[in-house]
Each structure stands twice: as structure tokens, then as C-alpha cells.
């Protein structure tokens, strides 16, 4: 067990090209479930990479336990992996794959054997252990590749997108017990993911990632409810943020019509006469008195619970359409015309020129974004 | 997310159908193909032409090989006045007694030891070689490999004379040394070429599982390259096998003295001055061939390929 520090760390593939990872500084607690999320290609891989050992680390340090690793060989690092296709050892049986590690640091066999069968019980592997990989199902090797990693009980677990390859019942039962399992070993564990839902529901803290670049790192409660920047706002959450240019009207904005009261000050940072104001999907709702934004209701989705109407208001210019969240028992119908207008007390404000926070803390060295990079997001996903 | 799926699983089960060596004679096939024979589809057109020219490869393989046995079992005299195409009505051992009482166990020996220490000299550094060349991200790994495949164009009939002289000044003429050593070297090139092919295809993820697992290269080697290799080395061993086995030309410059005498070259035995003696000579061919197929048949069960089945999801 054993905290984990990123000091300035970056990985330059090419030297002149834009680092894979970009002075990364990250503080990992001893016991912390760490969760790097972010886009393809935005480097969260690379950074886990890092820390295992299997990539360089060009400039800075990487440090666990507060010793210095950055130049340590993966296997002298006291680390274990879960990769993404699990990379079982396919000539021996789970057993021998689970306990590969121990043999090696010469972990006599009767203990071996002993500390695999606690790890095989404690994942349901035991009638599984004298079986090839081969002859496993999807989920049965991803246990296997979880039973290699927690047997060895490593300073740090790193875990890359380990559930990408399982079906999306099997994911969210597993994702459950990963996040009980880490939690009642209490071991420092990285873990990559693409899926927001993942990032949010198993991490203590989220790290989110841009370009090689730390956009924002905190809890997921707060990732949510308070975006340092507008990238961030628009990754996290599903469906996404709703985000739109307005107008500065003296201490409020411009909503269609009406002028939405933006208090303490928070417009005085603004650089422009415009703002980009984002609004959750739950955070708007369906106007009752008139006010409001007008909009033709292009789709429809119904999810039991609740539903979500889509639809572009009228006046208003956005790369995607807008997404409210409607009371699933009386959704309106397509085509139908509504007004909708933003809950007051829940809206994001950031900087058009840099795309920081305006109404809320924002960290220092928070990098700036632009809507365009949000866009870059939804073109991808498409 | 659908993307990711995809992507990963096609890679695997692959691996070991990479390894096709086009060696006559070698069958590499998948045990379930065994059982199921692929006969076409119901209502597709049989392929007659492909079947014909199966059966005529076979007759052509086959007839020498029939000849051999029968006219092992006869005597000289029954070779000439009888049909030879057809079997003797008395069958005798006595070809095979010759060649026995005529030292066949000395030439015998000598042939497995040059055999044995060739290949097990060739496995173990084409696979060091092969780990190097394929897991090498630098540009000293990749010209080593070109250097080495160079080595597959050269053919020994072209370097037999220098051979000869660099294993007469070392003082190794005529002895099973001077066998040895240059069919080591003709050997690694292709053998080389073929593991650095298998090794390639063992998951880049499995490498860096055993990395940070703890393990150092000589173990990734040994508990991850070659237990995962093993279908290459055993192609690998057996057809260098039976290159030098049956070597005719080494031998032939190399040695002189019958104490080092090799099988292909004790076959020379039976041609005497006035004739050769045709049921001895394809008697001792019978003998040296028999270990080799004893050989074959045992390692082809180990020749299975999708030895990779298992390690992803």
C-alpha cells in the first residue's frame, strides 16, 4: 500500500510534437480509488502506462510510496495490472496464472497455493482453477485477471478499461465489485476508463483528461456540480450538458426573451459581451408560465423513469440539440411545441475567451478549453 | 465501444495458423480439422481437378517409396528375375542383416549425434535470436534480422570450398565437429525467420503482463516464449532434423574415415566396383528413414496451432 505521485510527468514520443502526457501532477492517497477518464487518444493509458513501467517517463518523476520510480523496471515496481484483454497467460491454468507472480518472487508453494485459493474464493474462481483461460467465459477471465492482480497484494493495482470487453449487464455487476473489492483491500488502485458512468460511480476522485493535459481532478460529485472548465462540463454527465452562447444583459443573461439573474458578481470576470451557459438536462424544465425558450420537440426518449426531449429552441445556436429531462409518465409528444427554461440556482458559467469557470472555484492551473473542443467530443461519439 | 470488441479478439486465435512452412510432407493442421474433414458445402461442385491432381502428387510420393519396401525384402538374384513392381513370393531379412553386421549401428550413432547437437544448438539460439529480433524496437534489431534472413540466400553448394578450408585450418577435418558446426550456421537463418514470425504474433500485453508480474527477460524466454513458441520450435526442429539427417554433401567434403561416417554416406557402402547392391542399399535407406518417421509422427501431435486460445477475452 502506498500513495502514488505524478511530479510534472510527461511522456514525448516525438520530440517537438505535442507530449502524449503534458506535465501531469497528480497526488494519489495511500487507499485512494483513483479514476483517469477522458476522450480517445487523450492519453489516460499512456499515464497508467507510465506508472507500470511500460512507457518512458521523459520529464518529471513518477513516485510510489514516496520513492522515486520513475527509471525503476517495471518488475521491480511492486505494481499489478489488469489490461484491457486481460493478457492471461493462455499455456497455464488459472491457478498457475494466478500465482505466476508469487513463484517468481519466490513465494514458497504451499503459500502460493494458499493465497491463491483466498483470492479464487473471494472472486468464485475455485472450481475454475485447474482450467485453461480458454476453456472460461468472458467474465470468468476478467475475474481471472482481477484474482492475478489482488493475489500478489501490490502497492498499487492499475487497471485499464478492464470491463470494456464485457456485456453491459456483466460490466455494471462487476463494476460494483471491483469498487468493494479495492475498497475492502484498501489498496491504492489507478483505473482507466472511456465511460463516464464507470468514472463517476467507482472513483474517490476522477482525474479527467484531455491531450496528454490534466483537465480537472475531484471527487465525482463535484466534477459534476462544478466543471473548472468547459470541457469538463461537457464531458462529464450523460446525457451531456447542454451548453449555448448568450447574451450579458447588466447583471444577468440573455434566455430567449427573458433575462436570467446571474448573481455575485460572478459576470464581472467575463471577457466579451458573451458567456457560455450550460444547463444539465435535470436542471431544465418545462416552463408553466410562458417564460422561457420555444422549441419544437424533435425526439423523443422514454426510459421508464423519465424521459428526454430533444430539440433546438428557437434563437438559440448550438452544435447539438438541446437535451431536457422530462417526467417519464407524461412526456410530450413529438412535434409538439414547448417552452423550457433553465433552473436558476443550477446553471454553469464560463469564460467564452478561455472557457474557465465564472460562477464557482475553479483550481489554479486549470487549463483552458473552448466549446469547440466539446464539439470535437460529440463528432467523435457519433 | 462496439469498436473495442471487435478489434481485440481477431488477433489471437490466429496465431499459430501464421506458421505454414512450406515444407513438403509437413502437415499443419488444427486437431478439430482432423475430425472434420472439409468436403465443401452441401451442393457445392466438388473440386475434380483439385482431387485429381491430389491423387496424382500421392501415386508419384508413394510409388518410390513402395518400391523401396519391397525390394528391401528380396535378394539380388529374385530382383533380377522376378517383376519388380510387384512383391517377392520370398520375402528374406537378408538385405537388412547386411546392413546391419555392416557397422549400420556406428553410422547409426554417428548421424544422431551430429543430428541431435545441430538442432538443439539451432533452438537455442534462434529462439534467443528470435525474442531479440521480434520484441527489438531499435535499428540494430531490425539489421540483425536482415543480416541473418541474407543468410537464407546463400546456398551451401556456393560456400562448400571456403567450408572446407576454415574446418581444415581449424583442425577439425574429419571429424564430427566439422559436421556440426557449419550445419549449425546453415541451419539458423530460416529457422530464425520462422520463430521471429511465431514470436511476433504472442500478444504485445502478454509480454508486459509478465513485466510487471516480475519477471526478467530470461524468464519471459523461458515461461512465456517458449512454452508459446513451442509449435515453431517443433517444425523448426524437426525439418533441420531431417535436413542434416539426410545431409549428403557436408559429409561427403567434411569427413573421410569411416569412425565419423554418416548413414546418407554409408549408403555409398553397397555400390562396389562391379554393381550395386540394389535390396541392401534400400535397406539401409528403410533403417535411416525409420527413426525420422518414428520422429515425425510423435512431435506432429505437438504441432497444434491456436496455442494463443484463451489469453483475451
Given at each position: 500500500m502506498a500513495s502514488v505521485?505524478?511530479?510534472?510527468?510527461?511522456?514525448?514520443?516525438?520530440?517537438?510534437?505535442?507530449?502524449?502526457?503534458?506535465?501531469?501532477?497528480?497526488?494519489?492517497?495511500?487507499?485512494?480509488?483513483?479514476?483517469?477518464v477522458g476522450p480517445s487518444g487523450c492519453g489516460k493509458s499512456t499515464a497508467l502506462r507510465m506508472l507500470a513501467g511500460l512507457e518512458e517517463v521523459n520529464e518529471g518523476a513518477i513516485m510510489i510510496g514516496g520513492e522515486d520510480v520513475s527509471h525503476v523496471s517495471p518488475k521491480d515496481r511492486d505494481i499489478a495490472m489488469v489490461f484491457q484483454n486481460y493478457a492471461l497467460y493462455p499455456h497455464m491454468s488459472v491457478a498457475e496464472n494466478m500465482g505466476f507472480a508469487l513463484k517468481i518472487a519466490g513465494v514458497s508453494k504451499e503459500e502460493r497455493a494458499e493465497r491463491v485459493k483466498k483470492a479464487a474464493e473471494i472472486l468464485d474462481l475455485v472450481p475454475y482453477l485447474e482450467r485453461k483461460p480458454k476453456a472460461l467465459s468472458g467474465g470468468q477471465r476478467q475475474r481471472v485477471a482481477m484474482g492475478r492482480a489482488i493475489v500478489r497484494s501490490p502497492k498499487v493495482f492499475l487497471m485499464d478499461e478492464p470491463l470494456s470487453n464485457l456485456d453491459a449487464k456483466l460490466r455494471v455487476q462487476t463494476r460494483t465489485q471491483i469498487a468493494a473489492l479495492t475498497r475492502e483491500l484498501q489498496t491504492t488502485t489507478v483505473y482507466v476508463t472511456h465511460d463516464q458512468v464507470e468514472a463517476m460511480t467507482m472513483g474517490d476522485r476522477v482525474c479527467v483528461l484531455k491531450d496528454g493535459v490534466l483537465q480537472q481532478v475531484d471527487s465525482p460529485r463535484n466534477l459534476y456540480d462544478n466543471p473548472a472548465n468547459v470541457f469538463v462540463a461537457g464531458f462529464i454527465g450523460s446525457p451531456a450538458m447542454n451548453l449555448f452562447q448568450v447574451k450579458i444583459q447588466g447583471q444577468g443573461v440573455v434566455v430567449g426573451q427573458d433575462v436570467l439573474p446571474i448573481p455575485d458578481g460572478h459576470l464581472d470576470k467575463a471577457h466579451g459581451d458573451q458567456v457560455t451557459l450550460g444547463v444539465r438536462p435535470e436542471d431544465m424544465e418545462l416552463s408553466t408560465d410562458g417564460t422561457g425558450l420555444q422549441m419544437t420537440v424533435d425526439l423523443v426518449e422514454e426510459l421508464g423513469a423519465d424521459a428526454y426531449i430533444f430539440g433546438t429552441p428557437d434563437g438559440i445556436k448550438t452544435f447539438q440539440p438541446f437535451i431536457v429531462r422530462v417526467d417519464g409518465r407524461r412526456p410530450p409528444m413529438r412535434g409538439e411545441r414547448v417552452t423550457i427554461k433553465p433552473n436558476p440556482n443550477h446553471v454553469h458559467l464560463f469564460d467564452v475567451e478561455n472557457g474557465l469557470r465564472l460562477n464557482g472555484y475553479v483550481p489554479e492551473h486549470t487549463p483552458h478549453a473552448s466549446l469547440s473542443d466539446v464539439e470535437a467530443l460529440a463528432d467523435a461519439e457519433d | 465501444m462496439m469498436t473495442h470488441t471487435a478489434s481485440t479478439q481477431s488477433a489471437t486465435p490466429d496465431a499459430g495458423k501464421a506458421l505454414t512452412p512450406e515444407v513438403p510432407g509437413f502437415e499443419h493442421r488444427d486437431v478439430k480439422q482432423n475430425k472434420v474433414r472439409r468436403t465443401g458445402a452441401p451442393g457445392e461442385k466438388p473440386n475434380l481437378l483439385g482431387g485429381l491432381g491430389g491423387w496424382l502428387w500421392l501415386a508419384v510420393i508413394i510409388l518410390p517409396i513402395y518400391y523401396i519396401l519391397i525390394t528391401s525384402f528380396r535378394t539380388s538374384e529374385d530382383l533380377r528375375s522376378s517383376n519388380q513392381l510387384l512383391p517377392t513370393t520370398n520375402p528374406t531379412l537378408a538385405p537388412f542383416i547386411k546392413v546391419i553386421q555392416n557397422d549400420f549401428f556406428h553410422y547409426f550413432t554417428n548421424s544422431l549425434i551430429v543430428t541431435l547437437s545441430t538442432v538443439a544448438v539451432v533452438l537455442a539460439v534462434s529462439v534467443m535470436a528470435a525474442y531479440y529480433i521480434a520484441r527489438s524496437t531499435t535499428l540494430g534489431g531490425r539489421r540483425l534480422f536482415q543480416v541473418i534472413l541474407l543468410g537464407i540466400a546463400i546456398p551451401v553448394q556456393a560456400t562448400i570450398i571456403p567450408v572446407y578450408y576454415l574446418i581444415q585450418q581449424l583442425g577439425l577435418y574429419d571429424t564430427l565437429w566439422a559436421l556440426i558446426l557449419p550445419q549449425i550456421a546453415f541451419a539458423i537463418p530460416l529457422s530464425v525467420l520462422i520463430i521471429v514470425n511465431f514470436v511476433r504474433d504472442i500478444p504485445m500485453e502478454l509480454f508486459e503482463s509478465m513485466k510487471v508480474d516480475g519477471a526478467g527477460e530470461w524468464k519471459i524466454l523461458t515461461a512465456l516464449v517458449l512454452p508459446m513458441a513451442k509449435p515453431a520450435l517443433m517444425t523448426v526442429g524437426i525439418y533441420q532434423a531431417l535436413q542434416v539427417w539426410n545431409g549428403f554433401l557436408f559429409p561427403l567434403v567434411l569427413t573421410q574415415s569411416s569412425d565419423v561416417r554418416v548413414l546418407p554416406l554409408s549408403?555409398?557402402?553397397?555400390?562396389?566396383?562391379?554393381?550395386?547392391?540394389?535390396?541392401?542399399?534400400?535397406?539401409?535407406?528403410?533403417?535411416?528413414?525409420?527413426?525420422?518417421?518414428?520422429?515425425?509422427?510423435?512431435?506432429?501431435?505437438?504441432?497444434?496451432?491456436?496455442?494463443?486460445?484463451?489469453f483475451g477475452k
Open positions: 505521485t505524478y511530479a510534472s510527468a510527461s511522456r514525448i514520443y516525438t520530440p517537438g510534437a505535442r507530449p502524449a502526457i503534458n506535465q501531469l501532477q497528480l497526488e494519489i492517497a495511500d487507499g485512494e480509488f483513483l479514476v483517469l | 549408403l555409398w557402402e553397397y555400390s562396389g566396383q562391379f554393381g550395386i547392391d540394389v535390396p541392401a542399399t534400400l535397406a539401409a535407406v528403410v533403417l535411416s528413414a525409420l527413426p525420422l518417421l518414428v520422429v515425425y509422427m510423435l512431435a506432429r501431435r505437438h504441432i497444434v496451432a491456436g496455442l494463443t486460445a484463451g
